[in-house]
């Protein structure tokens, strides 16, 4: 791949030791991970000391400080080994950012510090059973009762459910006002009447612990408010365009692994008495995948300089989340085709990272509501 120019020798560094961290303290553990259907608790406090929970908060919360190249960073090394099961992204990059930037004094003290040592793992209820990229459709509820907000409805598909020690739940503090009657709440582990549902069985993504969250009557107090009442909708469409970039970038990544993974593999295996690869077919199909990837990475790295300036729109990230997503499960497809017959068995990566990666044109939003976003431009 050309070099990119975003990086430098203080993230080359950091990238050397985040590779070392995950060699060392994940991949070896992730096939068991995937079995059991959730990572080991205990990889979160080692990523926490390590200082790679929630890097770009600020130090008075327990981060680093420092810019999103090192989250991306992160999540470039997660994808690279496919680690699809650590939450450790949308924990640091998603949930942490909604609330630092909206979220009062009491918020960002009572839970960023502690999500940053990895103390308390953070997830975000946006998807229902009957709502999904529509989040103007929610059906949960919270309804003011003097001091506090009575939360009531059901999330689907979280992320970090299982584990979650505290959760922003997006719900209906006005139902008659649509979009304008969405607010953000904060709910944790020890309010009465929050509970999780059992871990759900997905195609791929085996060692991430999705699941089911229930609220039946939580007593969430207003100071667990993000920001102002009815303004959640507005905080979410500020922070989503980050979120689809930081698809597109384990998209990438994914991808760039997957190639990795199979010029050594077509090295190696032998057809008609010489390595696949040096059959036409095959290395015109590599060349393919290498350009696609690297037109690709071009684009994710130009958005990822418009985030670090503070231009990135929904325009751009929608583009970006768009077409790293389709372009990886196009190179997933064509690296298994020529892993042959094991490229079907799940013991080989490239085999589970196809099945991971069919999820990306889904969350985030799906890719159809992307193009009607990019549409909206034109």
């Not at 459709?137 to 598909?157: E, P, R, W």
Request: with cysteine; net charge negative; charged share 20%.
């Amino acid at each position: 791949m050309t070099e990119r120019q975003l990086f430098s020798e203080d993230h080359v560094l950091f990238r050397d030791s985040v590779r070392r961290f995950m060699d060392a303290e994940v991949a070896p553990f992730h096939p068991a991970w995937e079995e059991q259907g959730y990572v080991d608790r205990k990889v979160w406090l080692q990523a926490g000391a390590a200082g790679y929970l929630c890097p770009t908060m600020p130090e008075e919360y327990g981060g680093s400080g420092v810019d999103i190249l090192y989250s991306t960073i992160l999540t470039e090394e997660t994808a690279r080994i496919g680690a699809s099961g650590l939450g450790f992204g949308l924990h640091s990059e998603i949930v942490a950012p909604y609330i630092l930037h909206h979220g009062s004094d009491y918020l960002k003290t009572r839970y960023l510090p502690a999500m940053a040592s990895g103390e308390m793992i953070a997830a975000i209820a946006m998807t229902e059973p009957a709502a999904g990229s529509d989040l103007q459709g929610v059906k949960t509820t919270a309804l003011k009762d003097g001091d506090a907000y009575i939360l009531n409805g059901s999330k689907t598909f979280i992320t970090n459910g299982w584990h979650c020690d505290l959760v922003i739940v997006v719900a209906k503090t006005d139902p008659n006002a649509g979009s304008k009657g969405i607010s953000l709440l904060v709910v944790d582990t020890t309010m009465a009447g929050f509970t999780k549902g059992k871990r759900l069985h997905k195609m791929g993504m085996g060692a991430q612990d999705t699941c089911e969250l229930f609220f039946d009557n939580v007593r969430v107090p207003a100071a667990n408010l993000l920001g102002e009442e009815g303004r959640g909708f507005a905080y979410l469409m500020q922070e989503l365009p980050w979120e689809r970039l930081q698809i597109a970038v384990t998209a990438m990544a994914a991808s760039q692994a997957a190639l990795e993974w199979t010029v050594q593999y077509t090295r190696e295996r032998k057809a008609f008495g010489k390595p696949i690869i040096s059959l036409q077919t095959v290395a015109h199909t590599l060349a393919e995948v290498k350009t696609e990837i690297a037109v690709g990475q071009a684009f994710v790295d130009q958005c990822l300089a418009q985030q670090i300036a503070g231009t990135l729109d929904a325009t751009n990230a929608s583009m970006a989340k768009y077409w790293a997503s389709e372009t990886q499960f196009k190179v997933m497809d064509r690296c298994v085709q020529l892993h042959g017959g094991y490229g079907y068995m799940h013991e080989y990566p490239i085999a589970r990272a196809w099945a991971d990666a069919r999820v990306q044109r889904i969350y985030g939003g799906t890719n159809e509501i992307m193009k009607e976003l990019i549409a909206r431009s034109l």
